[in-house]
C-alpha cells in the first residue's frame, strides 16, 4: 500500500519563526508532491506542488524534494498567527488515475 | 465561476438510511474525486472520474456509488448509512494530470446516527 507520512503534530512556533513541516512517501515512482493548506473547518487550498529534486521557493514558502531519500519538506518563513493551519502533503500516484494519496496532516500553530 | 460546489453542507442520517452527497463544477474539468476525511486523519479517496461515464474506485469504496453522466456532475451515493460513514466529505476536481491543483469544494459534514 502507497503512503506518505507526515510528522506528527501540533507544532508549535513563534510568531516570526521558521515553521518546518516534513512528509516521507513509500513509492518511488511517485512524481508529483504538493502541500495543502486546511484551516479549521474549511476545505483544503494548494500552497505549493514540486516535482524537481531540489527546493522550490514562492514567497515565505519553500518546498524541498530530496527523491533519493522520499522525502519532501515544507518550510514556512517568518510565521504568522494566520498560518496556523493543518498542513497535508500528498503525493500523486500516475498509476492509479492520478489519484492524490494524502498524508495525515500536520497541525501548526504559531504563537503571537 | 462558482468552481466546486457541494450539497448539502450538513446532515444528519439515521442508521440504514440513503442520501446523495451533490458535487458539481463549472470549470469543464474532466477529472473529479471524492474523498472523505476523518478527525484529525488526511483525505481518503472513496471514488474518483476521468470524464464522463467513467469512474473507478479507490481507497475506500465499500459503502458508496458514483454515476458520472455529465461533465458537471458528480454525484456520491450513500446506501445503508452506518455509523463508521460518520465523516467530512469533499469534492475534488481537476483539468487533467497535466495540471497542478485539485480545487475543492466546501465540504459535506455528514453524521450518522
Known amino acids: 500500500q502507497k503512503e506518505v507520512e507526515q510528522n506528527s503534530g501540533p507544532l508549535s512556533v513563534p510568531e516570526g519563526a521558521i515553521a518546518s513541516l516534513n512528509c516521507t512517501y513509500s513509492?518511488?515512482?511517485?512524481?508529483?508532491f504538493f502541500w495543502y493548506r486546511q484551516y479549521s473547518g474549511k476545505s483544503p487550498e494548494l500552497i505549493m506542488f514540486?516535482?524537481?529534486?531540489g527546493d522550490k521557493e514562492d514567497g515565505r514558502f519553500t518546498a524541498q524534494l530530496n527523491k533519493a531519500s522520499q522525502y519532501v519538506s515544507l518550510l514556512i518563513r517568518d510565521s504568522q498567527p494566520s498560518d496556523s493551519a493543518t498542513y497535508l502533503c500528498?503525493?500523486?500516484?500516475?498509476?492509479?488515475?492520478?489519484?492524490?494519496?494524502f498524508g495525515q496532516g500536520t497541525e501548526l500553530s504559531v504563537k503571537p | 465561476n462558482a468552481g466546486v460546489t457541494q450539497t448539502p453542507k450538513f446532515r444528519i442520517l439515521k442508521i440504514g438510511q440513503s442520501m446523495t452527497l451533490q458535487c458539481t463544477q463549472d470549470?469543464?474539468?474532466?477529472?473529479m474525486y471524492w474523498y472523505r476525511q476523518d478527525p484529525g486523519m488526511g483525505l481518503k479517496l472513496i471514488y474518483y472520474?476521468?470524464?464522463?461515464?467513467?469512474?473507478d474506485k479507490g481507497e475506500v469504496p465499500n459503502g458508496y456509488n458514483v454515476s458520472r453522466s455529465t461533465t458537471e456532475d458528480f454525484p456520491l451515493r450513500l446506501e445503508l448509512a452506518a455509523p463508521s460513514q460518520t465523516s467530512v466529505y469533499f469534492c475534488?476536481?481537476?483539468?487533467?494530470?497535466?495540471?497542478?491543483?485539485?480545487?475543492f469544494g466546501p465540504g459535506t459534514r455528514l453524521t450518522v446516527l
Open positions: 513509492d518511488r515512482g511517485s512524481q508529483s
Open positions: 514540486i516535482y524537481s529534486n
Open positions: 472520474s476521468v470524464g464522463a461515464g467513467i469512474t
Open positions: 470549470m469543464n474539468h474532466n477529472y
Open positions: 475534488a476536481s481537476e483539468p487533467g494530470l497535466a495540471g497542478n491543483e485539485q480545487f
Open positions: 500528498a503525493a500523486r500516484d500516475y498509476n492509479q488515475g492520478g489519484k492524490l494519496i
